[in-house]
């Protein structure tokens, strides 16, 4: 069964202070990694797939890197816009497209 | 303005009762899919749909049931057979076979009073 786990489960940054997330994933066949980025009481919004490993993917200040274990989104000189809870999903090569999704990282960015 | 809508918004429901949600888009994508999403969890597939007229079970289906008459269309029903179903309610879609990305609508928060 495929599992994806995300930590931590809460990070509290000042402006600026740039930080990572980590997402580790046990799957028999990774088709792909998605990131997105989810505001309260909202959908989440798609930020990057990652196919395989050494591939790295940038948006503004948020840049996703992809292991054949886990996966980093590194988030730079966060500003308080930044914001969000930031969720992690595998899609397995063998269970079409469904994706297992991990329980999120809650991001907190102060002025 | 193409997207995804979802309606209601909020929906509170009495114990014992069946209700429907929405899910529309006039993104002209063949795949759309139904999660759930409770606090500290992860989202959990409820049903998909690949084409019109066909649908598949996913993690979580019991006490929900679907329908994909229309293309843009994909309903949801949570019946009175669902234990706990005061959640986060996403519909999302996927342009085509070969396509990986998922889109999400807004949600739906259903309460059970």
């Known amino acids: 069964e495929d599992q994806v786990t995300q930590s931590p489960e809460a990070l509290r940054l000042q402006e600026g202070e740039s930080s990572s997330l980590n997402c580790s994933y046990t799957?028999?066949?990774?088709?792909?990694l998605f990131w997105y980025r989810q505001d309260p009481g909202k959908g989440p919004e798609f930020l990057f797939t990652?196919?395989?490993a050494g591939e790295e993917k940038e948006k503004e200040r948020l840049k996703a890197t992809l292991t054949k274990k886990e996966s980093f989104l590194h988030i730079t000189a966060p500003k308080p816009e930044d914001s969000a809870t930031y969720l992690c999903?595998?899609?397995?090569?063998?269970?079409?497209?469904?994706?297992?999704f991990g329980g999120g990282t809650r991001v907190l960015v102060k002025p | 303005d193409g997207g995804i809508t979802q309606s209601p918004k909020y929906l509170f429901r009495k114990e014992g009762q069946n209700v429907t949600l929405s899910c529309e888009q006039n993104l002209n994508h063949d795949a759309m899919y139904w999660y759930r999403q409770d606090p500290g969890q992860g989202l959990r597939l409820i049903y998909y749909?690949?084409?019109?007229?066909?649908?598949q079970k996913g993690d979580i289906a019991e006490g929900y049931s679907v329908s994909r008459e229309k293309k843009e269309s994909f309903p949801l029903t949570v019946t009175s057979a669902q234990k706990n179903p005061t959640a986060f309610y996403l519909c999302?879609?996927?342009?085509?076979?070969?396509?990986?990305?998922?889109?999400f609508g807004p949600g739906t928060r259903l309460t059970v009073l």
């Open positions: 990652l196919y395989s």
């Open positions: 749909s690949q084409i019109v007229n066909d649908f």
């Open positions: 799957v028999s066949g990774l088709r792909g």
């Open positions: 999302a879609t996927r342009e085509r076979l070969g396509t990986d990305t998922q889109y």
């Open positions: 999903a595998v899609q397995e090569r063998a269970a079409g497209n469904k994706l297992t």
